[in-house]
């Protein structure tokens, strides 16, 4: 099973400014099957980008994905009020779903 | 409007059994793989499940596995989870998810299960 890690734990940051969380695997992610999402308390879980860079459908472009193999990123360009948020990264390979243990960006 | 939406979610004792199930609307259920996927209070996202778009073929976390049994109805567009042996550490929120190349593009909004005596 691939174990994702993602770092910081908190992000503390201010809104205007950019936000770059990270998101490690133990193994290769296949075929860069890995996405990104968004939860707010209360909220199920939305999904920001999918395929390690694409964003889905109704995603603002100041949210963007990069990376492949082991290391992966999500960089929000300009922080609005609306995204402190908690953000999870997930992969899929081999039939089986993980997902990383969560980065939470609050407002500084 | 695509919307999942999930029932059967309560509060049951440690040992008993319950079936959650997740009504689909507003795209074609049949061509979709679909999964089961949890939250503890406070914690993070744990996938739980998942179920071929046809229903032939079935995969589980091993925290559930010869516990938990997933199945698909596609002429009632109807997601299930048959959960049985609950333990406390299977209190959660559970959401069922739209899956698309890999990605759970569609969420539900969850069903609580409490295990607790």
């Known amino acids: 099973e691939i174990v994702l890690t993602q770092s910081p734990g908190t992000l503390s940051l201010s809104p205007g400014e950019r936000a770059t969380l990270s998101c490690r695997a133990s193994q290769s992610v296949i075929g860069s099957y890995l996405a990104w999402y968004q939860q707010k308390p209360g909220q199920a879980p939305r999904l920001l980008i999918y395929?390690?860079?694409s964003r889905a459908t109704g995603i603002p472009d100041r949210f963007s994905g990069s990376g492949s193999g082991t290391d992966f990123t999500l960089t929000i360009s300009r922080l609005e009020p609306e995204d402190f948020a908690v953000y999870y990264c997930?992969?899929?390979?081999?039939?089986?779903?993980?997902f990383g243990q969560g980065t939470k960006v609050e407002i500084k | 409007e695509v919307q999942l939406l999930e029932s059967g979610g309560g509060l049951v004792q440690p040992g008993g059994s319950l079936r959650l199930s997740c009504a689909a609307s507003?795209?074609?259920?049949?061509?979709?793989?679909m999964d089961w996927v949890r939250q503890a209070p406070g914690k993070g996202l744990e996938w739980v499940s998942a179920v071929s778009s046809g229903g032939g073929s079935t995969y589980y976390a091993d925290s559930v596995k010869g516990r938990f049994t997933i199945s698909r109805d596609n002429s009632r567009t109807t997601l299930y989870l048959q959960m049985n042996s609950l333990r406390a550490e299977d209190t959660a929120m559970y959401y069922c998810a739209k899956s698309d190349r890999g990605a759970f593009d569609v969420w539900g909004q969850g069903t609580m299960v409490t295990v607790s005596s």
């Open positions: 997930q992969q899929y390979g081999s039939s089986s779903w993980t």
């Open positions: 507003g795209f074609t259920f049949s061509n979709f793989v």
């Open positions: 395929g390690a860079s």
